[in-house]
Every structure is written in C-alpha cells, then in structure tokens.
C-alpha cells in the first residue's frame, strides 16, 4: 500500500483538471540566444507546463500528450503553429489579437520609415558593396526585388531619423547641460543620450548574424539545391535539418514561394501612393516614424487634444499616414466586433492600397487565416500567458539565473500538476 505521501500524490493526480484551452509562448534563457516554451491553462489561469526549448517538435510531442485540448491560443510565432498543426490537429488555432495589432503598428513604423527616407535623408545612400553582392545573389535564385527596396528604404528612414536625433542631442550637449535635462528636451532614453554623449558620430547598427532558426542561415545550401531541381519545401527540410535547422517548415515554404514568384518574373503592382513625398511633410511636421505609428493606430477617444491636432497635421499632409490611419482603425474595430466575415474585405482593400507594406501584412494574415479568423470570433488571448512569463522571469532572476527547468517547474505549477501517481 501506498504511504502517506503516495495517497497525497494520487489524490492530486486524480484532481488535475482536464486542458482545454492551452496558451503556448516562449520566454529567454538567455535573451537572443536561447528560449524556452510555457504552457498555461486560460479557463483555470494556471501554468501547467515549462519546456526547455522552444521548437516545432517539442509543442507537438506535448500537445500529442494531452489530446483533450480543444483549442491553442499563440502569437504569430511559425514554430508554434506548425508545431500545434502536429500535434493536435482537432484543436483550433487562435492569434493573439495583441501580437496582431503589433505586427501592423511595425509594419506601418516601416512604410512610414521608407516614405521619410525618400526626402530626409540629406543624400542618396549608396548601398554598401556587400548588400550589392547579396542583392545580385537573391534576385539571381529568388528574392522579389521589390522586398529588397522595401527593406533598403526603411533602413534608410529609420537611419535618416536617428541622424536626426543625433545631431539635435549634440546641439543641446554643446550649451552645457546635464543628461537628465538633454533626454527630457530631446525625448530620448536617458540611457541613449549617456552612450551618446560619449560619441562623436553616430555609428551604422551591427546587424545579427541568421540563426539556426532562420532558412537563410542555409541559403548558399538550398539555392545549390534549387539550381538542381530540387524544390520541395518538405524535401529540403529534411534536409537541412540534417544541417542543424530548428526552424519551422512554414518559415522555409515562406522563402521559397519569394523564389518561385522571382522566377515566375515581377507581378504588376499598384502604384505606391506614398511615391509623392509624403516623407517631405513627415520631416517638416518633425515627426519620427515610430511615435507617428503610434497615432495611426490610437482611436480618436483615447488621444490628447494636442496629438489629435497632430493627427489632423499628419492627415492632411502625408498622403500615407490618411490612407494607413483608415486601414489601421478598420482593423482594429474588426479584432473588436467580433465579426470574422468582414475580415476578407479589409484584407482585399489592403492589397488594392498601393502601399507595399500593407500588402505584406495582409499576406501574412492570409496564410494564417483560420487563427485570424479565430482571433476575431473567440473570446480568449494571450494576456494570462504574458502575466505568467513576466511571474517566471522574477523567479528566475531570484536564482540568479542558476534555476533549471525542473525547478521552474515545481515554483510555478500547482500541486495537481507537479504531482504524479506512484506506480
């Protein structure tokens, strides 16, 4: 017979309530490096589970182990979805609506970005021989030349935009006053203005190097493989997995359909309506991209009178924010009206805008679809689970970092989880 702490271990197994709704989302090990899954119960607003990676095969080994879920609430991560597509095929996908609204305020961050990129920057911007060279190598096994614009011109903005601060964060520097009154004048975090402060020029940002979870860490591998006729996105999974990809097969079909529309030649494409200088107004108005973003998206009622005069500017002198703002607040209004049917009209005036950004964004939410559409009709969110990681992390940091998996696991799940029956 069973001891005292068995019968307790058995009375907690038998009360674990089943899972129905499950919210899946990574949290760093090491931030950039290394992450690891959580799995929270939303209807019981419990953690039920801590996984030690994060990957397309792990979600789907655990959701294989509980076939009783019936739906999986995530972000927009591809890992996740593949990985519940995997394992539990019965149960319905939902799209953080938070994580949705996020994805468009970037996506307008950059089209704005590549409209003030277009009139702010003092000079043309010569583009640096080695993205000449990785330029010429897209296009000749893929990559829509449209893309690379897009991508190059909001770089461009965003470093037209930090010049600008820069140079406005030296100009107070020089009258003599402290750091705390320099970010207080010039907006910056004051953490910037001290790393500034000790710079002459403003140097170009490193990029990151691709990671094992990105295709294009093997891109030399799959166009030799392309070039030979290989071009199953399964078939070449396989393959690179051997290679060391953790990446989800979504992300790959993602690079190869860009191949297959360059070699299929450049569609016909709506004339951008922000080719008119729009970036000329958004200077003027001195207006970065990224707090302009922030008004495109923000309904008139919850706005200040001095940033709806702001809007009103923005409105009536850059053609790009008039038509962005009206797409952002229908979007927002359909994630609240819980009305999936007039999802597919916004995504069609989306693409007719012009505006290559949008037309990106309304891809995206093409071939995620269903969870978007659940997104929309379903009731539940993320929210529970971001609560929880932010739980995780301070205990994590209270063991300096030294806690493993396991103990995580024991400090954050309740009793009738953590507890298994004795044999």
């Given at each position: ?38 799995v929270v119960d939303l209807e ?77 920057a003092p000079a043309p911007t ?36 930090r010049l600008r601060q820069f ?257």
């Amino acid at each position: 017979m069973p001891g005292y702490f068995g019968r307790k271990r058995e009375a907690a197994a038998r009360r674990k309530p089943a899972l129905r709704v499950a919210g899946i989302d990574d949290w760093s090990w090491q931030q950039g490096r290394s992450y690891g899954t959580i799995v929270v119960d939303l209807e019981r607003r419990e953690v039920v589970d801590v996984l030690g990676e994060r990957s397309a095969e792990a979600t789907a080994q655990w959701l294989q182990q509980h076939p009783e879920v019936e739906i999986v609430s995530r972000d927009r991560c591809g890992l996740y979805a593949q990985g519940a597509r995997r394992g539990a095929p019965q149960a319905r996908q939902v799209a953080d609506r938070f994580h949705l609204l996020q994805n468009l305020r970037e996506t307008i961050e950059r089209q704005l970005s590549r409209s003030y990129s277009q009139i702010s920057a003092p000079a043309p911007t010569e583009i640096p021989s080695t993205e000449i060279e990785a330029t010429s190598d897209m296009n000749s096994h893929g990559r829509q030349p449209e893309l690379l614009k897009h991508g190059r011109l909001a770089r461009q903005g965003k470093r037209a935009v930090r010049l600008r601060q820069f140079a406005q964060m030296k100009t107070v520097q020089g009258k003599g006053k402290s750091l705390g009154v320099i970010a207080k004048e010039t907006g910056l975090n004051w953490r910037t203005v001290a790393k500034w402060a000790m710079l002459d020029e403003l140097p170009e940002r490193r990029s990151m190097g691709p990671k094992s979870t990105t295709p294009r860490k093997y891109e030399s591998y799959l166009a030799q493989r392309w070039a030979e006729g290989f071009r199953t996105a399964r078939h070449l999974l396989a393959e690179i997995q051997k290679l060391g990809y953790t990446g989800s097969l979504t992300h790959l079909e993602r690079l190869l359909s860009e191949w297959r529309r360059a070699r299929r030649g450049p569609s016909l494409q709506a004339r951008s309506v922000d080719e008119g200088g729009g970036g000329a107004s958004l200077a003027s108005l001195k207006v970065p991209p990224i707090p302009a973003s922030y008004l495109c998206m923000k309904p008139r009622g919850m706005m200040t009178e001095e940033q709806i005069k702001k809007v009103a500017q923005l409105k009536q002198k850059v053609p790009v924010f008039a038509a962005m703002r009206q797409l952002a607040l229908r979007f927002r209004g359909i994630l609240q009206g819980r009305d999936p049917a007039k999802l597919d009209s916004w995504l069609d005036d989306a693409h007719r805008s012009g505006l290559y950004g949008l037309r990106r964004f309304a891809y995206t939410i093409r071939h995620d679809l269903a969870a978007v559409r659940n997104a929309i009709s379903e009731r539940w969110s993320n929210g529970q689970t971001e609560g929880h990681i932010n739980r995780l992390k301070t205990l994590k940091r209270q063991m300096y970092g030294r806690a493993g998996t396991e103990l995580l696991r024991a400090r954050l799940l309740p009793l009738f989880y953590n507890e298994q029956p004795t044999k």
